[in-house]
T-cell receptor
C-alpha cells in the first residue's frame, strides 16, 4: 500500500449506530487531518493531529470523536449522527504540521446517515 | 478568519483552449496558496502552489498568478486536454498558524473533445 488509505470507502448508518472510519498513511508523515466534504461547499477542516497530539479542533460536534494511536493511523469515531452529517470524509497527511507543506489526501469515505 | 471565494463554479472549454479559475481571499496576511485537483472517486491532489513572495509560478501547462494588493490568485491551464476534466480547489493559509488550509468551494472543469 502506498500513500493514504481509508476504510471503508462507503458507509451507511442509522442515527443510533456507532461506527468508525479508519485512515492509514504510508508516507512517514508527522501530521494527519480529517476533513468533511459536502456537495457544493468548501472542504471543512475538522481535526489536526501532530505526532499523535490533537492540535486543532474546529468546533466539531462531540458526536465526532477522533483518535490517533500513532503517527500512521487516524480514526474518526461516529455516534448518534444526524442526516446532515452525510458527506465525504477525507483524511490527509503532511510531512509536518508547519504551514506550507503539501497535504496528501486519501480517497475518502462516503458516509450516508439514514 | 480567512474566507476564500472561487469562481466560476463550473467551466466548460473546448479541448486545446485555455481555462482560468479565480479565487479571492480576505486575510491580507495569508501567504501560501495551493491549488488541488480532485478526480472522480479520488481525494484532492496538489497540482501547484505559490507563496506570497512571488507573483507567478509555472509548471508546464499550468500557471498560477498572485495579486497581493487585490487579494486574488488565479489558476491558468493552457492547451486543455480531456484528462484535465476534474474539480479544482484553491486554498489559502497563514503559514505561521500551521498547515491549516481554507478552501474555496471548487470549480468543475469540463474539457470537451
Amino acid at each position: 500500500e502506498t500513500g493514504v488509505t481509508q476504510t471503508p470507502r462507503h458507509l451507511v448508518m442509522g442515527m443510533t449506530n456507532k461506527k468508525s472510519l479508519k485512515c492509514e498513511q504510508h508516507l512517514g508523515h508527522n501530521a494527519m487531518y480529517w476533513y468533511k466534504q459536502s456537495a457544493k461547499k468548501p472542504l471543512e477542516l475538522m481535526f489536526v493531529y501532530s505526532l499523535e497530539e490533537r492540535v486543532e479542533n474546529n468546533s466539531v460536534p462531540s458526536r465526532f470523536s477522533p483518535e490517533c494511536p500513532n503517527s500512521s493511523h487516524l480514526f474518526l469515531h461516529l455516534h448518534t449522527l444526524q442526516p446532515e452529517d452525510s458527506a465525504l470524509y477525507l483524511c490527509a497527511s503532511s510531512q509536518s504540521p508547519t504551514g506550507g507543506y503539501e497535504q496528501y489526501f486519501g480517497p475518502g469515505t462516503r458516509l450516508t446517515v439514514t | 478568519g480567512e474566507n476564500v471565494e472561487q469562481h466560476p463554479s463550473t467551466l466548460s472549454v473546448q479541448e486545446g483552449d485555455s481555462a482560468v479559475i479565480k479565487c479571492t481571499y480576505s486575510d491580507s496576511a495569508s501567504n501560501y496558496f495551493p491549488w488541488y485537483k480532485q478526480e472522480l472517486g479520488k481525494g484532492p491532489q496538489l497540482i501547484i502552489d505559490i507563496r506570497s513572495n512571488v507573483g507567478e509560478k509555472k509548471d508546464q501547462r499550468i500557471a498560477v498568478t498572485l495579486n497581493k494588493t487585490a487579494k486574488h490568485f488565479s489558476l491558468h491551464i493552457t492547451e486543455t486536454q480531456p484528462e484535465d476534466s476534474a474539480v479544482y480547489f484553491c486554498a489559502a493559509s497563514r503559514t505561521e498558524y500551521g498547515n491549516k488550509l481554507v478552501f474555496g468551494a471548487g470549480t468543475i472543469l469540463r474539457v470537451k473533445s
